[in-house]
């Protein structure tokens, strides 16, 4: 069974930093390309950051491009968002999302609450 | 930057068919999915590369796209159905959500 739980999130003062992980079980992580994706409080989805199989393609959202760093570890299996210089904007909660290609979402985790307030 | 854009709420009573749709410029040109999202819990992939469907999800659910438009269709409507619905689409290394349409099933 395919399984994503993020975790990292909580709160944090306008400016600070905070780092993003999830783990990944159930299926070859190495072999697939992941993203994260938000949603803040009531609002629609974001698309946050992309990053290959292998670790070498990587994008951005222009709203977090400068600030927010996305890597992974295959060995651990495991994904990270790096955020920094964080606004009250980047409320939200944080999903990573496995990507069996370069268009679709197919699995989420469950979700990771980031609160940026002072 | 490339937007999609879709109705914020679509009605539908049970057993009836229910269409949601997404607009963009030359949408037809590239693939499209759409997600489930029901309150408090993760979206959910419902259909993608325009039609096809993940396995689990009821055959109800069917996709289309052409032009500058890409429709949801639930044949059949069930009050399970009720939730806010996005579609998707990829363009030149982003990826770019509708602001979702909320199906109310009544």
């Known amino acids: 069974e395919v399984q994503l739980v993020e975790s990292g999130g909580g709160l944090v003062q306008p400016g600070g930093s905070l780092r993003l992980s999830c783990a990944a079980s159930?299926?070859?992580?190495?072999?697939?390309?992941m993203n994260w994706v938000r949603q803040a409080p009531g609002k629609g989805l974001e698309w946050v950051s992309y990053?290959?199989?292998?670790?070498?393609?990587?994008y951005y959202a222009d709203s977090v491009r400068g600030r927010f760093t996305i890597s992974r570890d295959n060995a651990k299996n495991s994904l990270f968002l790096q955020m920094n210089s964080l606004r009250a904007e980047d409320t939200a909660v944080y999903y990573c999302?496995?990507?069996?290609?370069?268009?679709?979402?197919?699995?989420w985790g469950q979700g990771t609450l980031v609160t940026v307030s002072s | 930057s490339y937007e999609v854009t879709q109705p914020p709420s679509v009605s539908v009573s049970p057993g009836q068919t229910a269409s949601i749709t997404c607009s963009g410029d030359?949408?037809?040109?590239?693939?499209v999915c759409w997600y489930q999202q029901k309150p408090g819990q993760s979206p959910v992939l419902v259909i993608f590369?325009?039609?096809k469907r993940p396995s689990g999800i009821p055959e109800r659910f069917s996709g289309s796209n052409s032009g500058n438009t890409a429709t949801l269709t639930i044949s059949g409507t069930q009050a399970m159905d009720e939730a806010d619905y996005y579609c998707?689409?990829?363009?030149?290394?982003?990826?770019?959500f509708g602001g979702g349409t909320k199906l109310t099933v009544l």
């Open positions: 999302a496995r990507s069996p290609d370069s268009g679709t979402f197919d699995y």
């Open positions: 159930g299926f070859a992580f190495s072999s697939y390309e």
């Open positions: 990053i290959s199989s292998s670790g070498s393609t990587i």
């Open positions: 030359k949408l037809g040109n590239k693939y």
């Open positions: 590369q325009d039609n």
């Open positions: 998707q689409a990829w363009d030149s290394s982003t990826w770019v």
